[in-house]
């Protein structure tokens, strides 16, 4: 025995239910386009700093954090990741594929850095019990061996 759901306004729910999809169209293609405005800026920055070096952009920028990302970005992206990986990979191939997914023509300093941050996610995750490690990079270069990651295995 199903009991059937009456609405007192039919036309108000589904309504509603158009609305809230084109609202996520809507932020979703704007995601799009801040992504990329922000590979746009980061090109028009490199591109400015091969003729000035020491090119300042705004005073404030000493403060602001290159190549920032939105809150849980990392998480989601790193865990999303190590979901669709065959095989466990290093922070540094994951560094890699963020700058492609982000569109950053990144130097080794830059790698550096969001290594770090890669890093410092794959250890709160590690702390959570989300991602495990199951050794070392046997092939690596000059700067490895890295360690291996993948997503915890469940106890089902």
Known sequence: MTQEIKYERPNTVSGLMAKY??????????????????VDIDHLEASIRLFDPDASFRAIQKHVVKHRAEKGSVKRFVLSTLREAKEPITSR?????????RGLAADEATYTTIRKRIGACIKSCV??????????????????PYKLWQLKKGDA
């Not at 999809?21 to 992504?35: F, G, N, P, V």
């Not at 191939?93 to 997914?101: N, Q």
Request: charged letters at 40%; aromatic letters at 6%; proline letters at 0%.
């Open 21 to 38: 999809d084109e609202l996520k169209q809507l932020r979703e293609a704007y995601k799009k386009e801040i992504k990329k405005l922000t």
């Open 127 to 144: 702390n959570q019990g989300l991602i495990e490690d199951c050794g070392w990079t046997t092939k690596h270069d000059v700067n490895g």
């Open 93 to 101: 191939r994951i560094t890699e594929l963020w700058c492609e997914d």
